[in-house]
C-alpha cells in the first residue's frame, strides 16, 4: 500500500510530500511490455543461477528474482537522460535500461565480450550509453556517486532525475545520511529507492533497524518518502512519477521504500536459513509481480495464454541465446589485464 510519508517545511509551513498521480491506467500494450520486461529479467536471472551452479560464472552472484516489479514500474516513467545506479544486486537494473542480454550474461562469466571486458563481473557493470552507472559492490557506496549525478544534473540545468537504488541494509549507511543531507540541502533531482526485502544480508529488518519505516529516513533532513508495493509494478510506476516529477519540479530529492521480496538467498552461497519455506511459497502463490500482471492480462483481455506463452518462448530463446553467447565468447588476453586502470604518475 502506497502511503505519505513526512511532510516538508518551507517558512514553518507544511508542504505536501507527494503530487497528485499524473498517470492514466495502463493499456493493453503497457501491461504486455512490463510482463515482458519481467519474465526477461526472471529468466535471465534463472539461467544465470544455472551457470552458476556449473561453474561458468564465479565470485558472488546476487539475483533479483522476486524483485522484477521494482525496475521495471520506474524505468516505465524514466526519460531520455536520466540516469540509473545501484548496488550489486543489478542484473535487473541493466536489462530494464535497454542493456544487451548477451554482454550482461558474458561479463557474468568473465568474457572479453561483457559489458566490462570480462573485469568486471557481477557487481561491476556499466553503460554510459544507457545511463547505467553500476553495479557497485561496495554497501551504499552509489547513494553518494547518485547524488553526484544528481549535482551534476542541477548544475548543467538538466531536468533529468538520477534513480539511485539501495537495499535495506544499505539504509543504515552513514554515506547514506550524508547524501541525503546534501540532496535536500542543495534541491538536487535525485530519487533514493531503497529496495526494501526485508532481509538485508540475512538479517531481518525488525533486528536491524531502530526505525522500520525506511521511507522516514529522510525526516531530520525534511525530505519526503512514500511507502510503495513493490511487488505491483503498478503501485510502484505511479509512486515514480510522482516522485521523478516532484524533482523535475526543482523541490529537491525524494525517498521510495519498495517493500519487495527476494526469493533466492542474498546471494548464490547463501542457504536463507533465516526464513522458512513456508513463507518464501507463500510470496511465490500470493504476491508474484510477473503472475499478478499475467492476471491482470487476462482479466482484462489484453491477450490470451496463448500470446503468453509465446512471450515466454521468445524470452527464453533470447535468454539461451545470450548463454550460448558468453559460453561462446574468448576470456579476455592476459594483456587486457592493465587496460582501463587509472594509475598515477
Not at 509551513?13 to 511490455?33: F, I, S, T, V
Not at 545511463?131 to 540545468?157: C, E, K, M, S, W
Not at 543531507?181 to 525488525?206: D, R
Request: hydrophobic fraction near 35%; include cysteine; charge should be negative.
Amino acid at each position: 500500500m502506497a502511503g505519505k510519508g513526512p511532510s516538508k517545511k518551507t517558512d514553518g509551513k507544511p508542504a505536501p510530500a507527494r503530487a497528485e498521480p499524473a498517470l492514466p491506467p495502463p493499456d493493453g500494450e503497457a501491461l504486455l511490455g512490463f510482463y515482458r520486461d519481467m519474465l526477461l529479467i526472471r529468466r535471465f536471472e534463472e539461467k544465470a543461477g544455472q551457470l552458476y551452479g556449473m561453474g561458468l560464472i564465479g565470485g558472488f552472484c546476487h539475483l533479483y528474482i522476486g524483485q522484477e516489479a521494482v525496475v521495471v514500474g520506474v524505468q516505465s516513467v524514466s526519460r531520455p537522460g536520466d540516469q540509473v545506479i545501484t548496488g550489486y544486486r543489478d542484473h535487473g537494473h541493466m536489462l530494464a535500461t535497454g542493456m544487451d542480454p548477451k554482454g550482461v550474461m558474458a561479463e557474468l562469466t568473465g568474457r572479453e565480450t561483457g559489458y566490462s571486458k570480462g573485469k568486471g563481473g557481477s557487481m561491476h557493470m556499466f553503460s554510459r550509453e544507457k545511463n547505467f552507472f553500476g553495479g557497485h559492490g561496495i554497501v551504499g557506496a552509489q547513494v553518494p556517486i547518485g547524488t553526484g549525478l544528481a549535482f551534476a544534473n542541477r548544475y548543467r540545468g538538466s531536468d533529468a532525475v538520477c534513480f539511485t537504488y539501495f537495499g535495506d541494509g544499505a539504509a543504515n549507511q552513514g554515506q547514506v545520511y550524508e547524501s541525503l543531507n546534501m540532496g535536500e540541502l542543495w534541491k538536487l533531482p535525485v530519487v533514493y529507492i531503497i529496495e526494501n526485502n526485508q532481509y538485508a544480508m540475512g538479517t531481518s529488518v525488525e533486528r536491524a533497524s531502530a526505525e522500520t519505516h525506511l521511507h522516514r529516513r529522510g525526516a531530520s533532513f525534511a525530505l519526503p518518502g512514500e511507502e510503495v508495493d513493490g511487488m505491483s509494478v503498478l503501485a510502484v510506476r505511479e509512486a515514480a512519477a510522482r516522485a521523478a516529477a516532484w524533482c523535475r519540479e526543482g523541490k529537491g530529492p525524494f525517498i521510495l521504500e519498495m517493500k519487495t521480496y527476494r526469493y533466492r538467498g542474498h546471494s548464490m552461497s547463501d542457504p536463507a536459513k533465516y526464513r522458512t519455506r513456508d513463507e518464501v511459497q507463500s510470496m511465490r502463490e500470493t504476491r508474484d509481480p510477473i503472475e499478478n500482471v499475467r492476471r491482470l492480462i487476462l482479466d482484462t483481455e489484453a491477450a490470451d495464454e496463448a500470446a503468453l506463452k509465446d512471450i515466454d518462448r521468445d524470452i527464453r530463446e533470447i535468454v539461451n541465446e545470450a548463454a550460448d553467447f558468453a559460453q561462446e565468447s574468448p576470456e579476455p588476453a592476459p594483456e587486457e589485464l592493465w587496460t582501463d586502470v587509472l594509475r598515477a604518475g
